[in-house]
Nanobody
Framework: QVQLVESGGGLVQPGGSLRLSCAASVTIFSIHTMGWYRQAPGKQRKWVAIIMSGGGTTYADSVKGRFTISRDNAEKTVYLQMNSLKPEDTAVYYC????????WGQGTQVTVSS
C-alpha cells in the first residue's frame, strides 16, 4: 500500500511563504506524474500544481506565478514552494499521483491570516 506523507504547513501572514513536502513510499517514484491539491473548508478538493515525470509543470490559474512545484526522484519527494500567500490559499494541502493512489495522505494545513 502506498503511503503519502505531507508536511510543512502552518500559519503564515499574507504575503508570506511556505514550502510543503510530500514523501511517497513507492517502489519507483520517477515514472509518476505527481500533483498538489487543496481543499478549503466546505469546498471540493482541487488540483493546484502538477509535475510530470520529465519535469514539465502545470499550474492552476489561481496560483500561477506564486507557487512552484518540484520533485526529487532520489528522495521520492515532491515539493510545493508557495510565495505571496493570500488568505484564499487557506486549505488542507494534499499530494498524490495522477491518477490518484489510494488512500490519500492526511494532508497538511495551510492557514494564511494576519
Amino acid at each position: 500500500q502506498v503511503q503519502l506523507v505531507e508536511s510543512g504547513g502552518g500559519l503564515v501572514q499574507p504575503g508570506g511563504s511556505l514550502r510543503l513536502s510530500c514523501a511517497a513510499s513507492v517502489t519507483i517514484f520517477s515514472i509518476h506524474t505527481m500533483g498538489w491539491y487543496r481543499q478549503a473548508p466546505g469546498k471540493q478538493r482541487k488540483w493546484v500544481a502538477i509535475i510530470m515525470s520529465g519535469g514539465g509543470t502545470t499550474y492552476a490559474d489561481s496560483v500561477k506565478g506564486r507557487f512552484t512545484i518540484s520533485r526529487d526522484n532520489a528522495e521520492k519527494t515532491v515539493y510545493l514552494q508557495m510565495n505571496s500567500l493570500k488568505p484564499e490559499d487557506t486549505a488542507v494541502y494534499y499530494c498524490n499521483r495522477i491518477p490518484a493512489f489510494s488512500p490519500w495522505g492526511q494532508g497538511t494545513q495551510v492557514t494564511v491570516s494576519s
